[in-house]
């Protein structure tokens, strides 16, 4: 079992930046990957960015290359989302998930956080 929550969201203008949090806990050790993924309204939900958990490897979604960054911290079981430049159409809540090798294939996600909403004004 997996614990996910998510922090970090908020009001920002058109061209700031946020970093949102994703601190896991109970059997993080299986976890495989964690990634995270946003719906804005009206629109389904879609990925943004990942990282392998053991080997640091990243993905990015189009959008997202060059002004977002995913990282995590071993030590506090926690992954982070730098957003820089952020554009109206960043828009939406975001959600961390965990896949989790334990649970189903590696690359379907298992574990999912509450959402934290990033809201961008001009």
């Known amino acids: 079992q997996v614990q996910l929550v998510e922090s970090g969201g908020g009001l920002v203008q058109a061209g700031g930046s946020l970093r949102l949090s994703c601190a896991a806990s109970?059997?993080?050790?299986?976890?495989?990957?964690m990634g995270w993924f946003r719906q804005a309204p009206g629109k389904e939900r879609e990925f943004v960015a990942s990282?392998?958990?053991?080997?640091?490897?990243?993905d990015y979604t189009n959008s997202a290359k060059g002004r977002y960054t995913i990282f995590k911290d071993n030590a506090k079981n926690t992954v982070y989302l730098q957003m820089n430049s952020l554009k109206f159409e960043d828009m939406a809540v975001y959600y961390c998930?965990?896949?989790?090798?334990?649970?189903?294939?590696?690359?379907?996600?298992?574990?999912w956080g509450q959402g934290t909403q990033v809201t961008v004004s001009s």
């Open positions: 109970g059997r993080t050790f299986s976890i495989h990957a």
């Open positions: 998930a965990a896949d989790d090798s334990w649970v189903r294939d590696i690359g379907t996600y298992d574990y």
């Open positions: 990282i392998r958990w053991s080997a640091g490897t990243t």
